[in-house]
């Protein structure tokens, strides 16, 4: 087999691809579904001249990989479950003080310790929303281990770009599928670096001063400059302030940074959506049952497409709606009450069109979960 050919796990895939885009510091704490991570990288990290530390718990991990970004280095922490939750505070802090990092969180069943070896996608709206204050988060999702390669590089530019944490948002059944991956060629996937600043030794540096193309210069800290981070609302050399427009115009930034771009950010595949009547949207290892289905109704002659999401956070509405616009029916495929069910309800104008098949016990969304619905719907003339 070719050395840059490889059978592997969904987390396995992750770490090569972190190893790709440059990651050079992770701290964590072991959890299943996502330990292998960490498992990994303890050996092939050091390999290649990183770091790599267990940390006593998921929040002081989360910490450290702020504190390493600071200094200049690509980080990245993995967890799932409860250690997500635990992962919250500092993530707000990482957003506030607009640090670059990566999170991955490999879901399974919950709340509290749920069902620890099963898959979930119970999560989507905690990655959004489990930090408090006003914010805005890009999180990422893959149904196959050479997406997931591909996310991952795509998490760490984005996190650089933006000077943002990005989460990734597997689930077990993708972090252990093994299957084959093909390892991209040093270069052949574009690696973005951290942007330093210019302004030299002895000069006034601004940590929080956007330039005109809405990007932050950084300067490692420890090193030539002196300034001060952190998580309270500050001006932009990132000292505290309760000044109303410096606190308003901070605020807009965080959010505007990446909703404003979500164009630029969203990732999504597309499978039969020239005629397609009914319409499935689905994401992670959901989307491997939606285009099973997809593929084979269509072998039956039924005008059946499949919108695979990448990226559920920001939420890629005005391409959701564009994509629903002709269809008769839309089906969200999830493995969770109907999180992005209700999000793609309010991207559309006829939300009645819209109906969930999913599973929450723990077990692999199957085909004739979805047939089921499709049979009710046709059933009622949708």
């Not at 990183?50 to 450290?64: R, Y």
């Not at 952190?230 to 909703?259: C, E, R």
């Amino acid at each position: 087999m070719k050395d840059n050919v490889v059978f592997v796990q969904g987390n396995e895939a992750i770490v090569e691809a972190a190893l790709y885009a440059g990651l050079n510091f992770f701290a964590g704490y072991p959890i299943t579904p996502s330990t292998e991570i960490a498992e990994l990288l303890s050996l092939r990290l050091p390999q290649k001249g990183g770091k790599f530390i267990q940390m006593e718990d998921e929040l002081s991990s989360m910490c450290a990989i702020i504190g390493a970004s600071l200094t200049g280095k690509k980080s990245m922490t993995a967890t799932s479950g409860p250690g997500f939750s635990l992962k919250q505070e500092a993530i707000g802090f990482a957003v506030m003080t607009e640090t670059p990092s990566v999170i991955v969180n490999v879901q399974r069943g919950g709340p509290s310790t749920g069902l620890p070896t099963s898959g979930s996608q119970g999560d989507v709206m905690q990655a959004k929303w489990g930090t408090h204050g006003e914010h805005a988060i890009i999180t990422m999702t893959a149904s196959n281990n050479q997406d997931a390669f591909a996310v991952t590089v795509d998490a760490f530019n984005l996190s650089e770009t933006f000077r943002t944490p990005v989460i990734l948002l597997f689930d077990e059944v993708v972090a252990h599928t093994r299957e084959r991956l093909v390892i991209p060629k040093p270069d052949e996937i574009k690696v973005i670096q951290r942007l330093k600043t210019s302004v030299k030794e002895g000069t006034d540096y601004h940590p929080y001063l956007p330039r005109e193309d809405g990007r932050l210069p950084m300067s490692d800290f420890g090193g030539v400059h002196r300034y001060n981070v952190t998580g309270l609302a500050h001006d932009m050399w990132g000292f505290p302030t309760t000044d109303s427009t410096t606190v308003y115009n901070l605020m807009h930034h965080l959010v505007d940074k990446i909703q404003g771009h979500t164009k630029e950010i969203a990732r999504t595949k597309e499978y039969y959506l020239d005629d397609a009547e009914c319409l499935l949207i689905s994401y992670g290892s959901s989307a491997r049952t939606a285009l099973h289905v997809t593929e084979d109704r269509r072998l039956r002659g039924e005008k059946i497409g499949l919108l695979e999401l990448q990226t559920l956070w920001p939420f890629p509405a005005e391409e959701v709606k564009k994509k629903c616009l002709n269809a008769s029916c839309v089906i969200v495929v999830e493995m969770n009450m109907g999180q992005i069910l209700h999000e793609v309800k309010k991207a559309i104008d006829d939300p009645e069109k819209v109906f969930l098949a999913n599973q929450i016990n723990g077990s692999f969304i199957k085909p004739s979960d979805v047939l089921n619905i499709i049979r009710i719907i046709q059933g009622r003339g949708a």
